[in-house]
């Protein structure tokens, strides 16, 4: 099993920046892909951003040119580098990371760190 553990989260004003991490603990096995999700108050979970093991992204079209998404393999720790936030990025983020193990993938969830954004 794999826990993981957001951090860096908080209170921003418009035109700031964040940096989220996400720490991965107690696997086994290699996490295969790793991604970011959102949900704001009354908003379905939306995806931000992914990366798999070898370094490949994708951006939503509404985060795209402000943030970026990395990872340290050795380490299973998922960044989230944050420009430009606007308040409309105003929403709990969920790390999510995936693994493969012969015929099931196992799917992980973090518990979400907020990020607000102020006007």
């Known amino acids: 099993q794999v826990q993981l553990v957001e951090s860096g989260g908080g209170l921003v004003q418009a035109g700031g920046s964040l940096r989220l991490s996400c720490a991965a603990a107690g696997t086994r096995f290699s996490i295969n892909d790793m991604a970011w999700y959102r949900q704001a108050p009354g908003k379905q979970r939306e995806l931000v951003a992914t990366i798999t093991s070898a370094g490949w992204t994708n951006y939503a079209g509404s985060v795209k040119g402000r943030f970026t998404i990395s990872r340290d393999n050795a380490k299973n720790t998922l960044y989230l580098q944050m420009n430009s936030l606007k308040p409309e990025d105003t929403a709990v983020y969920y790390c999510?990371?995936?693994?493969?193990?012969?015929?099931?993938?196992?799917?992980?969830w973090g518990q979400g760190t907020q990020v607000t954004v102020s006007s």
């Open positions: 999510n990371a995936r693994s493969f193990l012969g015929t099931t993938w196992y799917d992980y």
